[in-house]
């Protein structure tokens, strides 16, 4: 297990079995979804061909050249370690062995963990964290804080964070090496009052065993074979837009422009995000502004390199057969008092349902929850904030365009000169 025994025990909840029953049931490897590295570097080499045999053809050639960089800063971030702030949750920590987690949402991927932190974000909680709110508020600062205190080591230094191959690179030893007592801490900072591990599954029982009293909504109303063919349907939008929203704002990491941002923030005496980070919220798939878009120039390689960190930890945890799913849904109450778990099934159960087991009165909302989307979310959920970003990044396209094709032709210009100069020599 990626955990330890706390060393007060008496003052953690007894510890379900949930996440060591999938592990001793042997799940996917967490690279296992990834493409091997001759298929992402076949992008580059093709495009690195299409420059080569295009190069007497300025257009073709500049395309080409832009594009293989783009690829590159997509999957690489190149600036991201020159402009990253250690901006984290501070919050008083809660007593020891407390991280203040009211509520785990436990369900693997296309269970409905988007559903039901959107509605228990409508219901009245405030901090509702997904994975991109986990990993932006919590876990990014605190497996940096990790490697930067605990083993000396520089920003430069630190393991890269981004692109798809970090996946074969699993950080695990931040959870290994850390007390729960550090753990809790650290994760009370940001006032969390609900969290759904999608995409970071072993989780659940480290911040379970230090959430005394927190209540757990299990999504086990699927069974395997839909959740499969549901799987298997939403793999292809997925891939569709990791492979094409990285590219389209990558504009602003092909040159150091997340700098000028950071400047002009300064300039303007811009603090939102700098409090978003530091009191925990409001989380980012549920309120974006213009200005703490995360999408978008300095805010954008901020939060996709925290992400990044959490979704390429190695707690990924995905049932590769129906015994796996079935049995972690099986064992998931174990050592869990009665109370306080609910099996909550999204084709019956409404927001009253969830509002009752919660004890919240009156309940604000009334009716089934509404399906979230699950592609493209920051574009359909914040159009707004979508137009600003893809506005934004199209400028920035065309003027990193400009600024290579200037650099291309002064590079001409001293190979012509240098050309001409060896030409009249060898005629002298």
């Known amino acids: 297990p990626v955990w330890r025994k706390p060393t007060r025990a008496k003052r953690s909840p ?15 490897a967490p690279g296992a979804m990834v493409p091997e590295w001759w298929l992402l570097h076949g992008v580059e080499l093709t495009l690195l061909i299409v420059m080569l045999a295009g190069w007497g053809k300025r257009s073709c050639g500049q395309l080409a050249l832009y594009f293989l960089w783009l690829n590159y800063s997509a999957r690489n971030s190149p600036w991201s370690w020159f402009d990253e702030v250690d901006w ?13 987690v009211k509520v785990i949402l436990m369900g693997f991927s296309k269970t409905g963990t988007r559903t039901m932190s959107r509605g228990l974000w409508q219901v009245g909680l405030d901090h509702v964290y997904h994975s991109e709110d986990f990993g932006t508020f919590f876990y990014g600062p605190y497996r940096d804080k990790y490697h930067l205190k605990k083993k000396g080591l520089s920003w430069s230094e630190l393991p890269k964070p981004i692109g798809p191959l970090a996946w074969r690179f ?25 969290v759904a591990f999608d995409g970071f599954e072993e989780l659940i029982q480290p ?16 069974p395997y074979e839909e959740w499969q063919k549901s799987i298997n ?15 389209v704002f990558a504009a602003q990491q092909a040159l150091p422009w997340p700098m000028v941002d950071r400047w002009f923030a300064k300039l303007l005496n811009d603090r939102e995000l700098e409090r978003a980070l530091k009191s925990g919220g409001p989380p980012i798939t549920q309120a974006l502004s213009p200005s703490r878009a995360s999408l978008s120039g300095r805010e954008g390689a901020l939060a996709r390199r925290r992400m990044t960190l959490l979704w390429a930890a190695g707690h990924h945890l995905h049932p590769s057969s129906k015994d796996q799913y079935d049995h972690f849904h099986s064992t998931v109450g174990d050592g869990v008092p009665q109370g306080d778990i609910m099996h909550w099934d999204m084709l019956k159960h409404t927001y009253e349902d969830l509002c009752d087991f919660l004890g919240i009165s009156p309940c604000p909302k009334s009716g089934k929850i509404p399906k979230a ?7 359909q959920d914040f159009p707004l904030v979508a137009m600003y970003n893809v506005t934004s990044e199209l400028v920035l396209h065309w003027v990193n365009y400009m ?9 001409r210009a001293m190979w012509k000169l240098m050309c001409g100069q060896r030409a009249r020599s060898k005629v002298d």
């Open 14 to 28: 007894k510890l379900p079995k949930f996440a060591s029953a999938v592990l001793a049931h042997g799940a996917a």
């Open 88 to 100: 984290e949750c501070e919050h008083p920590p809660l007593p020891a062995n407390q991280s203040g």
């Open 170 to 194: 699993p950080d695990r030893e931040v959870m290994e090496k850390q007390s729960p007592e550090e753990f809790a801490a650290a994760l009370s900072k940001c006032r969390i009052d609900a």
């Open 207 to 222: 911040v379970y065993q230090v959430s005394p009293g927190a209540k757990l909504v299990v999504l086990s109303w699927r």
């Open 233 to 247: 349907s939403y793999a292809p939008a997925v891939n569709l837009e990791n492979a094409l929203l990285p590219h």
């Open 373 to 379: 989307r699950n592609n493209f979310i920051f574009l």
């Open 403 to 411: 600024i290579l094709g200037a650099v291309i032709g002064a590079v």
